[in-house]
Nanobody, 116 residues
């Protein structure tokens, strides 16, 4: 059974940091690209960051480049999103996703709220 379980969300003040984790199971983790998306109420789902299966390629949305870092550990079957210099507009539900060809799996998401 495929599972993607996100953790690490919470409430943080502007300028603060959070590290999200997504633990994967039920599929061959290292052959899947992994992405972090976010979706705020009333807004479309947005790709935040992606990383290739072996971790040699990454990409970021313009809105987070330089502040967020995606990484993965193919031994622990976990992908991370380090978020620094958080802004109120980063408030959203963050979801991790695994993708390979036409196959995509989704986690349930973790809430990140940036507020003073």
């Amino acid at each position: 059974q495929v599972q993607l379980v996100e953790s690490g969300g919470g409430l943080v003040q502007p300028g603060g940091s959070l590290r999200l984790s997504c633990a994967a199971s039920g599929f061959t983790f290292s052959v899947y690209a992994m992405q972090w998306f976010r979706q705020a109420p009333g807004k479309e789902r947005e790709l935040v960051a992606g990383i290739s299966g072996i971790g040699d390629k990454t990409r970021y949305a313009d809105s987070v480049r330089g502040r967020f870092t995606i990484s993965r550990d193919n031994v622990k079957n976990t992908v991370y999103l380090q978020m620094n210099m958080l802004k109120p507009e980063d408030t959203s539900v963050y979801l991790c996703s695994a993708a390979r060809d036409a196959i995509r799996f989704w986690g349930q998401g973790t809430q990140v709220t940036v507020s003073s």
